[in-house]
């Protein structure tokens, strides 16, 4: 075997050997933050746990939007104008009050996405409003 043909061959095997330490090296990238994503998710869901206290100050703020949305005789919603309303309007925001306050005592330091989502799971999104534009 000529010189030529030597170098040529130690060249592929040490070409050989960085591809697949690079190959190993990026494998074992991927699987990090595979376990990283995986911790992650799990560390999410857990920071939405709920506690009895949470749970009554939701079934109490749905009895506010019960009364709230209760229809007359002839199927009409509260006016803004009806005198039981600033009531109701006070105690469901006393309600998502102690729900904030609560939900910072379960989860001390929460991130910005958190914070975003903190009435998530206190309120329902409204389904069926009629919006009337004057």
């Not at 330490?21 to 074992?28: D, F, K, P, T, V």
């Not at 506010?64 to 105690?91: S, T």
Request: hydrophobic letters at 40%; charged letters at 25%.
């Amino acid at each position: 075997m000529s010189e030529t043909a030597r170098e040529c061959m130690k060249r592929s095997r040490h070409i050989a050997g960085s591809l697949q330490h690079c190959i190993s090296q990026g494998l074992a990238v991927v699987a990090l933050i595979t376990l990283m994503l995986t911790f992650a998710r799990a560390g999410n869901q857990a920071s939405r746990r709920s506690t009895p206290r949470l749970e009554q100050l939701k079934a109490e703020h749905l009895r506010i939007l019960e009364q709230l949305n209760q229809r007359d005789g002839r199927g009409n919603v509260m006016e803004l104008d009806d005198p039981r309303i600033p009531a109701l309007l006070k105690k469901g925001w006393g309600l998502a009050g102690a729900w904030a306050a609560e939900y910072l005592e379960i989860h001390p330091g929460p991130s910005r996405r958190e914070l975003k989502v903190l009435f998530k799971d206190f309120a329902p999104k409204p389904q069926g409003l009629q919006v009337q534009v004057w």
